[in-house]
């Protein structure tokens, strides 16, 4: 059976059951501050375990893409060192919200993995949640009951707390879970260990793996730990695919299946090295087929690779495939992205939205291994520095491994690797600690603390008013909460309906008042949306929360905000017509300055595509045209309409769809009644963000004219100071003409003088121990006492010049050693750093020529004896 129909007969056996099979959600998280990337199948459903939205269907289905690489689900480190770890997985899932519970579950479990799989009953055993005295809830009986159908007593395992009780986080739903493993071993392993399966359940046992979990939500984890019965029984399960496929395809490794080893033959046809050739290769072939997953996906699910939160997640997964491909595997140019064409006939069928992105994932991909490749060499140069410093007692100190570790990408076996090959150790103890230190810094960073919710009156689904209305009077307040952010507190308010807009899409969320209903105004310091929950951050708690509220926006930083948010799609509209179709929106940013707007071209826009873009979109300001909008549209009548979906966003089963003349797409944002509301739009930069993204930074309206108001005035300013030369360009031609013409002669000059200084400073050698030694002292012009340095180090024999001086008022140091003496073992840049000590300062160079800077002038003399004891 292939992986394939292994995927559709889960999908089909559950839609038979009468489930809606829904498509996978993004990988990456948006709107939802816990959460990074979608790391379970229940992620798109927590907004109805929340009770923030109104379920659509009793019983749902999917096959999920998954990535779990932080907190307490993180196997990043796991990944190529056993064969069932992956960050990036597919987790098939069946969920109940309020409908079918344990017995259901249970059953359906068994029947499709006996009676559709045909997994052998006696291989199969389950756990059971044993209870917790802790939380005062008792074993889960009903599940015992339930598994007392199918399995004898000696396959159903009790499992404590921490294996069969599962959390959604700190406080939200939860319950008792009950898991699935299954024993692949063969006759033989069995016989030699001695051991029954049931005693390697949860033991990390490669062969003895949980392939499916059945969480039963049946309680609510409140701020102070206790637990709450919840009123509506919820399912949620979870089965990895790929260990499923291992189990079916009667496979020991997950790697041995058609999920992975047509990667596996590119990846040695690329390499020329043999999967099962030795455990360092095996494990940098299983690294890089399992990471290229990760990143390709999150690249078409929109998140690129950067150095902040989730893109430094997807860069650090990338360079540790490059790493292993450069260590165990030789690769030196680009090879990842070579690698795309194949993900995308492995997965492409069921995911096309890695076909649809193919370009711009191989591109990224090519980009961000180029970099790393160069890091890489950076690196190894640094770390030979460390190396040549710590010659005597031959070890690498912690803190320089972290900062190989963390600014160079090194992980720390590399910098172990290469030390051990140079006869060199690694002080792992303080690399631990500066570890220990970065990770407390990160947790202090995002330490958040929520309180459990305040309730007034009957919740619902929150209301939104804001695209009709700035003021919504008669707002009921349905909850608050404090919540502990960064150690700031901060009040949160939930009302039964609003005309804030919550920060979503990349729209900035609105602020203004609530005032309550006995005149008491609390400010809104900003409006958030977390698990379609639309919560208005305030400075203060009203003394009556019972009454009716009146809700304003500030309508006029609203009224910006929208003209930006339109012309963004004004913008994604011109882009479209005088650059190309190819063009997508990558991301953006909007709030009352300004907007960014990410999209896809491979190349720089030239200044006359700029003016052209800003004509164009300023062409459909002034023609005015009227926002067309249907909040209620389905999809197949959006796509009728020639609307614009972005990918890497998940859509429900109505959209809104937005119209401006030419222009359509989809969007929840705020927009402007009208295009000739915007007023002018102008372009501030375009740049790259990342291989084939670009980006535009844009102003409207009073932004746009203070801009050009600038620019006039650079433009007057600058006429005067030329004495009000009409012909400006051509006058700023001849200064710069003339200043090339002046450098010429100012750079023939210094040539002839550092001539000189190099005649001199020859002539001014004394033997010392058998060499020919300069001394520099005084003040002197450091660049062009380096230049002659230059000159001799190429041209002078047995010749050492050594200078202490002042440049510029601060002290320079420079030591110079001639091509033979460099040959002879002597190294500049090891021998100044110890002078370098005296002026309070540091530096390096080559071996043949290296210069200091610091900050203690009184330091000089001892400098230049420090370097002259080298000789």
Same mark, same amino acid.
């Given at each position: 059976?292939?992986s394939?129909?292994? !995927?559709?007969?889960f999908l089909?056996?559950?839609?038979?059951?009468g489930h /809606?099979v829904v498509p996978s959600a993004?990988?990456?998280?948006?709107n939802?501050p816990?959460?990074m990337?979608?790391?379970?199948?229940?992620?798109?459903f927590?907004? *109805?375990?929340?009770?923030?939205?109104?379920?659509?269907?009793?019983?749902?289905?999917d096959?999920?893409?998954?990535? $779990?690489?932080?907190?307490?689900h993180?196997?990043?480190?796991?990944?190529g060192?056993d064969?069932?770890?992956?960050?990036?997985f597919?987790?098939l899932?069946?969920?109940?919200f309020?409908?079918y519970?344990?017995k259901?579950?249970?059953d359906w479990?068994?029947e499709?993995l006996?009676?559709?799989?045909?997994?052998?009953?006696? &291989?199969?055993?389950?756990t =059971?949640f044993?209870?917790?005295?802790?939380d005062g809830?008792?074993?889960d009986?009903?599940?015992?009951?339930?598994? $007392?159908k199918?399995?004898?007593?000696d396959?159903?395992?009790l499992?404590?707390?921490h294996?069969?009780?599962?959390?959604m986080g700190?406080t939200?739903p939860? %319950?008792p879970?009950?898991?699935i493993h299954?024993d692949? $071993?063969?006759?033989?392993e069995?016989?030699a260990t001695?051991?029954?399966?049931?005693?390697?359940v949860?033991?990390?046992d490669?062969h003895?793996?949980?392939?499916?979990n059945?969480?039963?939500?049946?309680?609510?984890?409140?701020?102070?730990?206790?637990?709450?019965?919840?009123p509506?029984?919820?399912i949620d399960?979870?089965m990895g695919?790929?260990?499923?496929?291992? @189990?079916?395809?009667?496979?020991?490794?997950n790697?041995?299946?058609?999920?992975?080893?047509?990667?596996l033959?590119?990846?040695?046809?690329?390499?020329?090295h043999k999967?099962?050739?030795?455990?360092?290769?095996? =494990?940098a072939m299983?690294?890089?087929?399992?990471?290229?997953?990760? &990143?390709?996906?999150?690249i078409?699910?929109?998140q690129l690779?950067?150095?902040?939160k989730?893109?430094y997640?997807i860069?650090?997964i990338?360079?540790?495939?490059?790493?292993?491909?450069?260590?165990?595997?030789?690769f030196?140019?680009?090879?990842l992205?070579?690698?795309?064409?194949?993900l995308i006939a492995d997965?492409?069928?069921?995911?096309?939205?890695?076909k649809a992105?193919q370009?711009?994932i191989?591109?990224?991909i090519?980009?961000?291994?180029?970099?790393?490749?160069?890091?890489?060499d950076?690196?190894?140069?640094?770390?030979?520095?460390?190396?040549?410093?710590?010659?005597?007692?031959?070890v690498?100190?912690?803190?320089?491994a972290?900062?190989?570790?963390?600014?160079?990408?090194f992980?720390?076996d590399?910098?172990?690797?290469?030390?051990?090959?140079?006869?060199?150790?690694?002080?792992?103890d303080?690399?631990?600690?500066?570890?220990a230190k970065q990770?407390?810094r990160?947790?202090?960073a995002?330490?958040?603390?929520?309180?459990?919710?305040?309730?007034?009156?009957?919740?619902?689904?929150?209301?939104?008013?804001?695209?009709?209305?700035?003021?919504?009077?008669?707002a009921r307040l349905l909850k608050s909460?404090?919540?502990?952010?960064?150690?700031?507190?901060?009040?949160?308010?939930?009302?039964?309906?609003?005309p804030f807009?919550?920060e979503?899409? %990349?729209?900035?969320?609105?602020?203004?008042?609530?005032?309550?209903?006995? %005149?008491?105004? @609390?400010? *809104?310091?900003?409006?958030?949306?977390?698990?379609?929950?639309?919560?208005?951050i305030?400075?203060h708690?009203?003394?009556?929360?019972?009454?009716?509220? /009146?809700?304003?926006?500030?309508?006029?930083?609203?009224?910006k905000?929208a003209?930006?948010?339109?012309?963004?799609?004004l913008?994604?509209?011109?882009l479209?017509?005088i @650059?190309?179709?190819? @063009?997508?929106?990558?991301?953006?940013?909007?709030?009352?300055?300004?907007?960014r707007f990410?999209?896809?071209h491979?190349e720089?826009l030239?200044?006359?595509t700029?003016t052209?873009?800003?004509h164009r979109?300023?062409?459909? *300001?002034?023609s005015?045209?009227?926002?067309?909008?249907?909040?209620?549209?389905?999809?197949?009548?959006?796509?009728?309409m020639?609307?614009i979906?972005?990918?890497?966003?998940?859509y429900?089963?109505?959209? !809104?769809?937005?119209?401006?003349?030419?222009?359509?797409?989809?969007?929840?944002?705020?927009h402007?009644?009208?295009?000739?509301? *915007?007023?002018?739009f102008?372009?501030?930069?375009?740049?790259?963000?990342?291989?084939?993204?670009?980006?535009?930074?844009?102003? /409207? %309206?009073?932004?746009?004219?203070?801009?050009?108001?600038a620019?006039?005035e650079v433009?007057r300013?600058?006429?005067?100071?030329?004495?009000g030369?009409?012909?400006?360009a051509?006058?700023i031609r001849?200064?710069?003409?003339?200043?090339d013409?002046?450098?010429k002669q100012?750079?023939?000059?210094?040539?002839?003088?550092t001539?000189?200084?190099?005649?001199?400073?020859?002539?001014?050698?004394?033997?010392?121990?058998?060499?020919?030694v300069v001394?520099?002292?005084?003040?002197?012009d450091?660049?062009?006492l380096?230049?002659?340095?230059t000159m001799?180090?190429?041209e002078?024999e047995?010749?050492?010049?050594?200078?202490?001086?002042v440049s510029?008022?601060?002290?320079?140091?420079?030591l110079?050693?001639s091509?033979?003496?460099v040959?002879a073992?002597r190294?500049?840049?090891a021998?100044? $750093?110890?002078?370098?000590?005296?002026i309070q300062?540091?530096?390096?160079?080559?071996?043949?020529l290296?210069?200091?800077?610091?900050?203690d002038?009184?330091?000089?003399?001892?400098?230049?004896?420090?370097? &002259?004891a080298k000789?």
């Open positions: 059976m292939t394939k129909e292994i !995927r559709q007969q089909d056996f559950f839609a038979a059951k /809606t993004p990988m990456v998280v948006k939802d816990t959460l990337f979608t790391n379970a199948g229940m992620n798109q927590k907004d *109805i375990f929340l009770g923030n939205t109104a379920r659509k269907f009793n019983r749902a289905a096959s999920q893409k998954c990535l $779990r690489v932080s907190g307490k993180n196997d990043l480190e796991e990944v060192h064969t069932y770890h992956h960050p990036m597919e987790m899932g069946n969920w109940s309020g409908d519970f344990k259901e579950a249970i479990a068994w499709l006996t009676e559709v799989y045909k997994i052998d009953k006696n &291989i199969l055993y389950a =059971v044993e209870g917790s005295e802790e809830t008792p074993m009986t009903e599940a015992m009951e339930a598994w $007392r199918h399995l004898p007593d396959h159903i395992v499992g404590n707390k294996d069969n009780f599962w959390e700190d939200g939860c %319950g879970s009950s898991e299954v692949i $071993r063969s006759e033989e069995k016989k001695g051991l029954s399966g049931r005693e390697l949860n033991k990390s490669p003895v793996i949980e392939i499916w059945l969480v039963f939500m049946e309680f609510q984890r409140m701020a102070d730990g206790h637990l709450e019965s919840l509506a029984k919820n399960t979870g695919f790929e260990r499923l496929c291992a @189990v079916l395809q009667q496979k020991n490794s790697y041995d299946t058609d999920v992975f080893t047509a990667m033959g590119r990846i040695a046809e690329l390499s020329g999967y099962g050739e030795s455990e360092n290769v095996d =494990v299983r690294v890089i087929a399992d990471h290229i997953r990760a &990143i390709s996906f999150s078409a699910d929109g690779p950067s150095n902040v989730a893109g997640v860069r650090r990338l360079r540790r495939a490059v790493r292993y491909g450069y260590t165990f595997l030789g030196t140019e680009p090879f992205c070579r690698l795309v064409p194949q997965m492409g069928e069921a995911y096309p939205e890695i992105q370009k711009l191989e591109s990224v090519r980009e961000e291994e180029m970099a790393f490749l160069r890091t890489l950076r690196g190894i140069k640094l770390l030979d520095d460390y190396m040549a410093r710590n010659a005597e007692g031959r690498i100190p912690g803190v320089d972290f900062v190989l570790y963390d600014t160079y990408g992980p720390i590399l910098t172990e690797l290469i030390a051990g090959e140079n006869g060199y150790k690694v002080d792992l303080g690399f631990q600690k500066e570890l990770k407390e990160a947790r202090n995002t330490a958040n603390e929520f309180g459990d919710w305040t309730v007034y009156a009957e919740e619902e689904e929150v209301r939104f008013t804001g695209y009709d209305v700035t003021r919504q009077e008669g909460r404090k919540v502990v952010q960064k150690n700031k507190e901060m009040l949160q308010l939930v009302f039964d309906c609003t807009y919550g979503m899409g %990349g729209e900035v969320g609105d602020t203004g008042t609530a005032t309550s209903a006995s %005149g008491e105004v @609390v400010k *809104i310091l900003n409006t958030v949306k977390e698990n379609n929950l639309t919560i208005h305030a400075d708690l009203p003394a009556d929360c019972e009454g009716g509220f /009146t809700l304003e926006v500030d309508a006029a930083r609203r009224q905000i003209a930006n948010h339109s012309a963004t799609h913008l994604d509209q011109a479209r017509e @650059v190309g179709t190819h @063009v997508e929106q990558k991301g953006s940013f909007v709030c009352d300055k300004y907007f990410d999209f896809s491979f720089k030239g200044d006359d700029i052209k873009v800003e979109v300023n062409e459909m *300001i002034r005015n045209f009227p926002l067309v909008e249907n909040r209620e549209a389905t999809m197949e009548e959006a796509n009728a020639g609307a979906a972005l990918f890497g966003e998940k429900g089963d109505r959209v !809104r769809v937005v119209k401006f003349g030419p222009s359509v797409e989809l969007c929840g944002g705020c402007t009644a009208a295009t000739g509301k *915007i007023g002018y102008k372009i501030v930069s375009e740049s790259a963000i990342a291989a084939g993204v670009r980006r535009i930074e844009a102003v /409207t %309206g009073e932004e746009a004219e203070t801009m050009v108001d620019l006039q433009v300013t600058t006429r005067a100071m030329l004495g030369a009409p012909g400006l051509d006058a001849k200064i710069i003409d003339e200043n013409s002046y450098k100012i750079n023939e000059i210094a040539k002839e003088k001539l000189r200084l190099k005649e001199a400073l020859v002539n001014a050698s004394e033997e010392i121990n058998g060499h020919r001394k520099i002292t005084g003040e002197r450091i660049v062009m380096r230049n002659a340095a001799l180090q190429a002078a047995n010749l050492i010049v050594a200078g202490a001086v510029g008022g601060k002290p320079q140091l420079l110079m050693y091509a033979d003496l040959a073992g190294n500049a840049g021998d100044i $750093r110890d002078a370098a000590k005296f300062g540091g530096g390096g160079g080559q071996s043949g290296a210069t200091a800077g610091g900050k002038l009184s330091g000089l003399d001892k400098a230049l004896e420090a370097m &002259i000789i």
